[in-house]
Structure formats: C-alpha cells, structure tokens
Nanobody, 115 residues
Framework: QVQLVESGGGLVQAGGSLRLSCAASGRHFSSYAMNWFRQAPGKEREFVATINWSGTSTDYADSVKGRFAISRDNAANTVSLQMNSLKPDDTAVYYC????????WGQGTQVTVSS
C-alpha cells in the first residue's frame, strides 16, 4: 500500500510558477505510474499529467502542455509537478495519484492563481 502527501501549493499571480511535490510512503513506489489530477470548484476532477514507473515516459493534458513538467525520483519516493506560466484557470486542488498494484490518492493541495 502507498500513502501520498502533497505539498507546495499556494497563491501565485498569473504568469508565475509553483512546484508541487508528492511524497510517497509504503512499498514498491517504483512499481507505480504516478499522476497529477486537479479539481476546480464546481467541476469534476481532471487529469493533468502522468509519468511511468521509470520516468522515461510522460504525458499531459492539452491545457497544460508546454507549461507543466512532471518528474519523479524513485530513490527518494517523490514525484513533482513544475508549473510555469500559471493562469487563473489553473486554480484548483491538485491531487497526487499512484496507479499500480493498488490505487492511492493524496489529500490534495490548493493552488490559487490570481489575475
């Protein structure tokens, strides 16, 4: 079983940057693909980015391509999301997700982008 804790959210002006981190505890972190999702007020949770177990393959939602970058450090059991050129539409609670032998979710971290 994997437990996930996100950090790094906050308030930033449009055009700014934030880096989210997700710390994983438990066994076999490197067995899991890791994902970031987000949920804005009144909207459904949506996919943001994914990275495979080895970090060699990534994919992004069209809305964040070219602005966000996902990475992982299997030695440190962490996954990160570098968010650049932030827009007010990026305002949401961001969730870390592990998809593998089991599925796990973090508690979320709030990102607010002011115009």
């Amino acid at each position: 079983q994997v437990q996930l804790v996100e950090s790094g959210g906050g308030l930033v002006q449009a055009g700014g940057s934030l880096r989210l981190s997700c710390a994983a505890s438990g066994r076999h972190f490197s067995s899991y693909a890791m994902n970031w999702f987000r949920q804005a007020p009144g909207k459904e949770r949506e996919f943001v980015a994914t990275i495979n177990w080895s970090g060699t393959s990534t994919d992004y939602a069209d809305s964040v391509k070219g602005r966000f970058a996902i990475s992982r450090d299997n030695a440190a059991n962490t996954v990160s999301l570098q968010m650049n050129s932030l827009k007010p539409d990026d305002t949401a609670v961001y969730y870390c997700n592990a998809a593998g032998p089991l599925v796990a979710w973090g508690q979320g971290t709030q990102v607010t982008v002011s115009s």
